[in-house]
């Protein structure tokens, strides 16, 4: 860790089993220090439980100790290699463009008692990107970002899903769930409660369907919710915790409350793994 502090190294290899401090609390501490660090683990313990931990924890790669140098070194230089962005195609994403239409109208008749008022839902637009380009999709299109829900979740697929709000929509939603309006900056904890539970409703939807579509049980974490940032902080917000994090699948969902509409994005952020486990359910739900 003090050479990790002096050195700041573009990868770090790591064992697991070593005296004073475990492999797995090393990664974490890595992490912390710099989330973006490249870890590779190279261990005699091959389990697929320890992979998947290892993974989990943020290492980018795992590596049997009997594995000869010149593939170590190979595996070492991928890590540096940018992947080409992912793509649905057009059926994949009318399938999960359908999946959250069944999500989003689950949410509404949700809403629809909390608000007493009829939620009207439009057609969700899907788009693929790679997760580090959250950060230039919202300058684009919401450089200020009024409310953020994030949950995580964890289960066979591990990543988060958050429901954004744009400042002068989320102040829109905010009057009409209090019925004045509030500066966002001087919520009370009350206030704030509101404005998670409408998250926390539409997010639920969001991974039970996922989950469904998947044919797994998806255990979702307690809520977060950040006031008043801008678009240039919501990467870090997003991926912090979330190692591996290659594509985030963002959707634009335009909600009309009443006469009043409330636009907001909803956002998942998978593993290379979980959208790949995603893209073969969505097939397999069209056939």
């Not at 463009?97 to 989003?104: D, G, R």
């Not at 929509?169 to 409660?193: C, P, V």
């Amino acid at each position: 860790l003090t050479l990790f502090e002096e050195k700041r190294p573009d990868a770090v290899t790591v064992d697991l089993l070593m005296p004073e401090m475990e492999g797995l609390e090393l990664i974490e501490r890595l992490r912390k220090i710099q989330p973006d660090i490249k870890i590779m683990v190279i261990s005699a313990d091959i389990q697929e439980m320890t992979k998947k931990k290892v993974i989990e924890a943020g290492a980018a790669a795992f590596i049997p100790k009997l594995e000869r140098s010149n593939e170590i070194l190979s595996t070492i230089r991928s890590l540096f290699i940018k992947p080409a962005p992912f793509e649905f195609t057009e059926t994949q994403k009318e399938a999960f463009t359908e999946m959250m239409n069944i999500a989003m109208g689950q949410a509404a008749r949700a809403l629809e008692q909390i608000l007493n008022r009829w939620v009207h839902l439009m057609i969700p637009k899907v788009q693929v990107m790679k997760a580090d380009e959250l950060g230039h999709f919202f300058e684009k299109h919401a450089p200020m970002i009024g409310a953020l829900i994030i949950q995580k979740f964890d289960g066979d697929v591990t990543g988060k899903t958050s429901l954004v709000f744009p400042k002068n929509y989320a102040e829109i939603l905010i009057r009409n769930l209090l019925g004045e309006f509030k500066d966002l900056q001087k919520l009370t904890l009350a206030e704030q409660s509101a404005l998670i539970e409408v998250g926390n409703i539409v997010l639920n939807a969001a991974v039970s369907t996922l989950g469904d579509v998947m044919k797994t049980r998806l255990k979702l974490k307690f809520p977060k919710l950040h006031l008043n940032i801008g678009a240039e902080s919501i990467t870090q917000i997003l991926l912090n915790m979330i190692p591996n994090s290659d594509n985030a699948v963002v959707l634009l969902n335009r909600l009309t409350i009443g006469e009043i509409t409330v636009s907001c994005y909803l956002i998942f952020i998978l593993t290379e793994s979980g959208i790949m486990n995603l893209v073969h359910s969505l097939e397999g739900k069209r056939t």
